[in-house]
């Protein structure tokens, strides 16, 4: 197959500011051209409760917006190297969702949970999504990170078939010394049946490592896994797996086949370009070296050919960077970002660049039609800078094009019908906040209410006003390292208890058991009638 002609082009996005909220681990979802950030760095700030962001792409420029949410969607906490895919009801449909599962929380502990975003409405100022957990049952796999979901479509089925990551040393076999080691999941294949929420395991003989942060590209029935790390050998395996599905009316049929013609990568990016063709970008091909080369996979029924393409013009930055990461950002672009390091004022700030994979004439609006699931690195940097009220995260895709006088951080239209937006949930059985006739009660509210995180399970947001928390106790709570659960969820034994009113006793003093008298002193005169007295 001869090399692409569509050249590659690559434009540096310059960060303003808040740029450590882009960690590596981070995840992008593209709905209808509507790009979604989530997996930031630290729970989300007061400003974004939900911890998921708009990518408002305009004149090259990107702006970071709270995304809306409908008010049946359950809560999503900011998941970091997660896997994802897109799911559709058929091969041919258009309408889609996105899937996601496992994943680091804030906390570095590690989600088994699995969620389906959706789009649900859509007009020229607001988005609107809606997040479903679901509940599985059978073979349930285990908290992970860095592994890939995909959906095949075989017969009139679709299925989500999971693979690889790693999790934390099991319980039983911890020491002291290596409490929170990390290791390979076992090379089990997971079939997720939707429709049912079960679950069923494979065992493969031709998988006998683990994998983390490989790259697997899915169509019809047939999933290609290429690259991938494996902590126990610390190799980077050149193998190149081919998995085909058949969902038959009785139990589902899984086989593995290894196919010449791998790549031995890891943390590599795929973007869709094409019908059948994708673009494989970044990566690792050891520990301290980066893999600038970049390749063109193509498939075709049920072959996959992948070919070396030309790679664009690498600045030097990129070329002698220790490290890089990013995300597709659907329509043939890629996220990337290196690390700022002394270069810049805040100390864990990061350069970004946007890598567009198609030519100009095809960089256009196009429905995805296979299953593409990738992770970034490894990498993690140091904790995010707190992100404000009504702050947007501002890029500019030209280097010259960015003006700091010009720079509007926020914007009225940013502001409009918010009625579904997580300030105003209801929040517990007892909750009161009604947007229509809500009125600051706390000093720091404007226009709105104060919410806290409580901590029971993955986590839900509560108004503070609802928890009857007094002022001083909310700023205590906000700038201390504790743990806190709503009126609901208390648990004396997790972290701190929602203080009560008590009713102060007023304490009697205790009387001495045996008083004591000053002694008074006797005259002469008084002893010598006594004297005369008793004789």
């Given amino acids: 197959m001869a090399q692409s002609p569509n050249k590659m082009s690559l434009q540096v996005a310059s960060a303003i500011s808040n740029s450590s909220l882009l960690q590596p681990g981070f995840s992008l979802l593209n709905f209808d051209g509507h790009v979604f950030f989530l997996g930031q760095k630290g729970w989300p700030k007061r400003s974004c409760p939900t911890g998921v962001f708009l990518l408002d792409i305009k004149q090259n420029e990107l702006k970071m917006k709270p995304a809306f949410f409908s008010k049946d969607s359950c809560y999503l906490p900011p998941l970091r190297y997660?896997?994802?895919?897109?799911?559709?009801?058929?091969?041919?449909?258009?309408?889609?969702?996105?899937?996601?599962?496992?994943?680091?929380?804030?906390n570095n502990d590690l989600s088994d949970k699995i969620y389906v975003m959706s789009l649900v409405s859509k007009t020229s100022k607001k988005t609107t999504l809606q997040c479903v957990e679901k509940d599985l049952g059978g073979d349930v796999p285990e908290a992970r990170y860095g592994h890939t979901i995909n959906v095949v479509h075989s017969r009139g089925k679709s299925?989500?078939?999971?693979?690889?990551?790693?999790?934390?040393?099991?319980?039983?076999?911890?020491?002291?010394?290596?409490?929170?080691?990390?290791?390979?999941?076992?090379?089990?294949v997971f079939l997720v049946d939707f429709e049912f929420g079960c679950c069923t395991s494979y065992i493969l003989p031709e998988?006998?490592?683990?994998?983390?942060?490989?790259?697997?590209?899915?169509?019809?029935?047939?999933?290609?896994?290429?690259?991938?790390?494996?902590?126990?050998?610390?190799?980077?395996?050149?193998?190149?797996?081919?998995?085909?599905?058949?969902?038959p009316l009785g139990s589902p049929a899984v086989?593995?086949?290894?196919?010449?013609?791998?790549?031995?990568?890891?943390?590599?990016?795929?973007?869709?370009?094409?019908?059948?063709?994708?673009?494989?970008?970044?990566?690792?091909?050891?520990d301290n070296q980066k893999r600038l080369v970049c390749n063109t996979i193509v498939l075709e029924d049920s072959k996959i050919e992948i070919v070396e393409r030309a790679s664009p013009d690498w600045t030097p930055d990129i070329k002698h960077c220790r490290m890089w990461f990013?995300?597709?950002?659907?329509?043939?672009?890629?996220?990337?970002?290196?690390?700022?390091?002394?270069?810049?004022?805040?100390?864990?700030?990061?350069?970004?660049?946007?890598?567009?994979c198609k030519g100009a004439e095809e960089d256009k609006e196009e429905e995805l039609t296979a299953q593409i699931s990738s992770q970034t690195s490894t990498e993690d940097p140091g904790d995010s800078t707190p992100f404000e009220d009504s702050e947007e995260f501002c890029f500019s895709a030209e280097a010259n094009s960015f003006d700091v006088d010009d720079t509007d951080t926020y914007n009225e239209d940013d502001e409009e019908d918010e009625s579904e937006t997580g300030y105003w949930i209801t929040c517990s059985a007892s909750c009161n906040i009604d947007i229509n006739t809500w009125v600051p009660f706390y000093s720091t509210e404007l226009n709105k209410p104060a919410m806290i995180l409580c901590s029971s399970g993955a986590g839900h947001w509560v108004h503070a006003q609802c928890m009857d928390l007094s002022e001083s106790m909310l700023l205590?709570?906000?700038?201390?390292?504790?743990?806190?659960?709503?009126?609901?969820?208390?648990?004396?034994?997790?972290?701190?208890?929602?203080?009560?009113?008590?009713?102060?006793l007023k304490k009697q003093p205790m009387k001495p058991l045996h008083k004591k008298t000053t002694m008074k002193l006797t005259t002469p005169a008084k002893k010598s009638f006594l004297r005369r007295l008793f004789e």
């Fill in 82 to 106: 997660p896997a994802l895919c897109t799911l559709r009801g058929s091969a041919e449909s258009d309408e889609y969702q996105y899937i996601i599962h496992g994943g680091k929380t804030p």
């Fill in 326 to 356: 990013g995300c597709d950002m659907g329509k043939g672009s890629v996220l990337l970002g290196i690390p700022g390091a002394n270069k810049q004022l805040i100390s864990d700030a990061n350069y970004f660049y946007i890598l567009r």
């Fill in 207 to 247: 998988l006998q490592d683990g994998l983390a942060f490989h790259v697997s590209v899915a169509r019809n029935d047939t999933i290609y896994i290429l690259g991938g790390h494996s902590l126990q050998n610390n190799t980077r395996s050149p193998s190149l797996y081919k998995l085909k599905v058949d969902l």
């Fill in 255 to 286: 086989t593995c086949t290894i196919l010449p013609g791998g790549i031995s990568v890891s943390s590599a990016i795929v973007t869709q370009t094409g019908d059948s063709e994708f673009v494989l970008v970044g990566g690792y091909q050891s």
């Fill in 476 to 504: 205590r709570l906000s700038e201390a390292n504790v743990k806190y659960f709503c009126n609901e969820h208390v648990d004396l034994n997790k972290g701190l208890q929602t203080p009560k009113k008590v009713v102060h």
């Fill in 159 to 188: 299925m989500s078939v999971i693979f690889g990551g790693r999790s934390y040393t099991p319980l039983a076999q911890r020491t002291t010394e290596k409490w929170n080691s990390v290791v390979d999941c076992l090379p089990s």
